[in-house]
């Protein structure tokens, strides 16, 4: 390429690339963009790390050359909060230029000494915050931070909070903690609809059915007579229909539900072979969330698990689903794999969907207990007790030391109709928390969750007498005490919250509210 043209390019020297992502299951990368929904062909790689809603982990931002593209991060929404703790780091250098860009952050919590430092450009061409963000797993508080200024000076603060953003300035003794901003409820967005090839949907010649076996990959195509890029777009799928005949499934729905003779003449004139249905209010609900006036055309690709692989707004091209469509011949079942899905599956509320994945990771994993305690958690809150109880003492059987597996047999026995069993299982649980204060604010919390306040309290209290500075037990024990009515107890509970971690936003505006 001559030296001007390639000033004027405005396009990708490597093209269409799909983006990818890789998550670390327990030491080894399994390619998972598909799964996250990251896997789209953006011309461009700047890419940055930031906390988009304050919610204390790391959003994914993109600007590519189809514009800004921003990835909220729902990994972790289902974990309690003591499990996924986070410290954030402001330097101010007073000896340097302010920003400190070079600064090293030593950061020990837990056991676990962490370490990074100020910049202010990652990758390509992405400029990044000049924060620092560490993941502290369960650590209630950073031990010791340590900074090595630019200047040369290196202090030390111990005994911090966690969960907050840390404003250090160079040569102060004190800290100042402050929760993160954070999206108000209201202007959080939604997850849009559940997508899956199991919904039972009306049939063009009548009748209805799932919209693929369930057996191969699928690909589902949402069309309108009077869409024309549908037009454009559905001869090139019914020529790869033909092509992979017996070895993937493809489905036309219609969203034109009232002129059905249009629609059966589209089929006619272009010789559509495979089937065709109609956009009920159910398959509309799980593809685009209830939305009447959804994008035209719409392609989504599921593999042979029935799991969602590509989803395209806009016309999709032969050449499109020709490359992706070999790509899920034969590719295996991973158990990284499953097991995203069914946290996904549980993540949008489909927990029929997430109990089916998470039973197919326990067929893989015959000595794991967690598969089995996740679909015992979801069948609780499905209402079904029994099947509940059955996976959980299965569970148990596997893991007898695990409190949370014991304390959720318990709510399934005492729920099943077993109240003496029940209730010898919530004992069992506390028992087994043991001096563990992490652990007795879990059982805790879920104890008062489940209304099972009496244990709740007493996992709390026993919480607070191992780790007296632990502020999330008192605050748990303070609502467990405000639940039960005894309104001095949680009072005292909040104010010993706040003298541990005077920041603590939430136990002041509980406390505030006790009183007139």
């Known amino acids: 390429m001559l030296a001007g043209e390639r000033r004027a390019f405005r396009g990708s020297f ?40 304050g919610d204390g982990d790391l959003d994914l931002a993109l600007l590519t050359l189809q514009g800004l593209r921003l990835f ?28 400190a860009l070079g600064a090293v952050v030593t ?34 508080r950073v031990e010791r931070l340590t900074v090595d200024w630019p200047s040369g000076a290196r202090e030390t603060w111990t005994a911090l909070p966690a969960d907050r953003l840390l404003h ?59 869409c024309a890029p549908c037009s454009v777009e559905l001869p090139q799928l019914v020529a790869l229909a033909g092509r992979y005949d017996g070895e993937v499934d493809f489905a036309g729905v219609s969203v034109e539900v009232a002129d059905l003779e249009s629609v059966r003449a589209m089929v006619r004139e272009l010789d559509i072979t495979y089937p065709q249905y109609l956009a009920g209010g159910e398959v509309m609900e799980r593809f685009f969330a209830g939305d009447d006036a959804a994008a035209l055309p719409s392609t989504y690709v599921f593999d042979a698990q029935g799991r969602l692989r590509r989803q395209f707004r806009g016309a999709v091209t032969e050449a499109d689903l020709d490359s992706l469509l070999p790509s899920l011949r034969d590719e295996g079942l991973f158990e990284a794999d499953l097991e995203l899905a069914a946290r996904a599956a549980a993540r949008s509320g489909d927990l029929e969907e997430a109990i089916a994945q998470y039973r197919r990771l326990a067929e893989r994993r015959p000595g794991s207990a967690q598969p089995l305690y996740e679909i015992g958690v979801a069948a609780l809150e499905l209402g079904d007790f029994e099947q509940a109880r059955v996976v959980l003492e299965q569970a148990i059987n596997l893991a007898p030391a695990n409190a949370l597996a014991q304390f959720q047999l318990g709510v399934a026995r005492l729920r099943s109709g077993q109240p003496g069993a029940g209730f010898a299982s919530l004992q069992a649980s506390l028992a087994l928390a043991g001096g563990d ?48 009515g005894e309104l001095d107890r949680a009072a005292a509970a909040y104010q010993r919250a706040l003298a541990v971690d005077p920041g603590n936003a939430a136990a002041r505006r509980e406390l505030s509210s006790l009183t007139p």
């Open 437 to 484: 204060a992490a652990a007795l604010t879990r059982l805790g919390n879920a104890a008062a969750a489940a209304g099972q306040l009496w244990l709740a309290v007493d996992a709390l209290s026993l919480a607070v007498e191992t780790d007296a500075a632990a502020a999330p037990a008192w605050i748990g024990k303070a609502r467990a005490h405000r639940a039960r």
């Open 168 to 226: 250090v300035v160079e040569g102060r003794t004190d800290v100042e903690a402050a929760e993160l901003p954070r999206w108000p409820d209201g202007t959080r967005p939604q997850p849009a609809g559940t997508p899956t090839t199991a919904v039972d949907t009306p049939r063009l010649e009548g009748g209805s059915a799932p919209l693929a076996s369930g057996e191969r990959p699928a690909v589902v195509n949402f069309w309108a007579p009077w």
């Open 72 to 99: 909220e991060n729902t990994e972790d929404e289902h974990a309690p909060a003591e499990q996924r703790r986070f410290t954030r780091v402001r330097l101010a250098a007073t000896r340097s230029a302010a920003p």
């Open 14 to 53: 490597s093209g269409y690339e799909r983006d990818r992502l890789f998550y670390n299951a327990g030491g080894a990368l399994v390619p998972a963009a598909y799964v996250l929904g990251l896997d789209g062909n953006h011309d461009g790689r700047a890419a940055a790390p930031v906390d988009i809603d």
């Open 107 to 140: 950061v020990e919590a837990g056991g676990v000494t962490r370490r990074d430092y100020v910049r202010i450009t990652e990758g390509f061409q992405a400029q990044v915050p000049l924060d620092l963000h560490f993941g502290l797993g369960t650590a209630a």
